[in-house]
């Protein structure tokens, strides 16, 4: 029988994707493959992308990662959720957290019961009645505690991580090499394609050396060197819903201790991140050019630190928007040169992850079958079309009219999903989400309330409850996690007991 299985692997590219896809696939494709990266240092890396959303532990798992390692190499700290500052009306401030918000009553969502509590004057805001947003703005960290009962809030606590997304991607290079992967430096200045089917057969380097593979990661960022400039594969521009095309990034010092999430802070022409690390603090401005100029957006940002700046502002630029195509021939494109929707949910490095998951389900043979590839490219668009909408979401979702960035973003037209989903949900606060999407309800639910989306009535079956157990039960689930965050320890205290990184120059 011939051997179908194909054997080279080589990974265009050595930013957090292109290591992120060397270190899973050393540890799961093993040594019968070949896995080879070439990334050039004097090109360099993006150098942003800092918080990250909680399947990344999933990650890391994967690779079996020591998390304490993991958090002291990279200068994480531990991420509840997001605050959101001035979205739907300039003075709001709601926090969009992991994990879950009370608890599901036969099968009825807790929110549908928040509803109608609320509406009777029994409820407090949604974010009282969930770990993570009582937590985070009181400055509280734990892992999740062994030791308690498993219905108690303690026993399950999602978060993620803030951290140096170089670091990272040195952290998964040492990793990768490790378990075999061979490391290229050098640009490549020239893509070799099959005359017969267009496939790309090897890519040369300015030295003259040639690197043949049998399936191609495009990894190399926004040029997407393969993906685009060698297969003309075509962009889906997202600019019409997602506005926001450039950023202005900075570091400043860090002044006291870490807050446990990340804040988005919406300005005149977009909005502005700060995002806690053990050493340094990072923030950025991601504003529409349309709106404002790059000095005024600078002139913002660095208005608005929190400590001094450790660098001058650091200017990006991006079109939001996918490729038509993730997978095309024998070229996987992973990271940023398969798109880039931004970065206000932190999903990036996640898609990341989940395009490595895809591939490894749907890893090709020699041949690579059409339908394989046809599969691995419905499922990401999906995915990344369910993330796009979510987003346009925080920007649709205002009542803001003080600027023409917020009118434009309040007026425009939205796609037709999200809008029936917005239907749906003010009329009785129900949310359906397919099983392959990323965010769970209660994402959706945080954002919806939080930007001003009230459902005018609730499930029926709510009303098996009595008005007094209603009452009742939001009380006590208002109690259990008050007295949980009570007992939790400040998030720089646990940093400092458990994970401490070592000190170094910021
Ligand atoms: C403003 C902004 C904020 C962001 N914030 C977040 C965030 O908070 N959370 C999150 O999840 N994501 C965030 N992201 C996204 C995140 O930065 C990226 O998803 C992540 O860093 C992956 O980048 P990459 O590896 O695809 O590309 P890059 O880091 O650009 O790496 C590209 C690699 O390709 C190599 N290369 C390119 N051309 C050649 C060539 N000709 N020859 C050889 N090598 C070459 C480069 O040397 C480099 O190694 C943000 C992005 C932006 C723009």
Known sequence: MTDTRLKNVVIVGGGTAGWMAAAAFAKVLGSEYSIRLVESEEIGTVG???????HLKLFNNLLEIDEIEFIRQTQSTFKLGIQFNDWGRIGDSYIHGFGTIGHDVSLLPFHQFWIKAMQKGMASDIGAYSLNTVAAPRGKFMASATDVPATSPLSDIAYAYHFDAGLYAKFLRGYAEKRGVLRTEGKIAQTLLRPHDGFVEAV????????????????????????????????????HWLPCDRAMAVPCEKVGPPTPYTRSTARNAGWQWRIPLQHRTGNGYVY????????????????????????????????????????????????????????????SIYMIQSGIARLLSLFPQRDFSEVVIDRYNAQATFEYERIRDFLILHYHATERNDTPFWNQCRTMSIPAQLQDNIRLFKDSGRFFRNAEEMFA??????????????????????????????????ASVSHV?????????PHQAFIDRYCAAPSMAA
């Open 48 to 54: 942003v992308g800092e918080a990250t959303v909680p």
């Open 288 to 347: 529409s050019s349309a709106h404002i100029s790059d000095d005024e957006a600078a002139a913002t940002l660095l208005k608005n630190l929190d400590g001094r700046p450790l660098s001058d502002p650091r200017p990006l630029r991006f079109t939001t928007g996918v490729r038509k195509k993730f997978w095309n021939k024998n070229v996987v494109a992973l990271g940023l040169a398969s798109g880039f929707l931004e970065p206000l949910e932190s999903t």
């Open 481 to 489: 996690i008050n007295s949980c965050v009570d007992s939790m320890p």
């Open 441 to 474: 309800i209660v994402s959706w639910v945080q954002v919806m309330l939080g930007q001003h989306i009230v459902p005018q009535s609730y499930h029926p079956l709510v009303d098996k409850m009595s008005d007094k157990d209603l009452a009742g039960f939001m």
């Open 204 to 239: 040369v380097l300015e030295s003259g050396e040639r690197l043949e593979g049998d399936l191609f990661i495009d990894c190399s960022g926004f040029r997407g060197l393969l993906i685009e400039q060698a297969l003309h594969t075509g962009y889906l521009d997202f600019t």
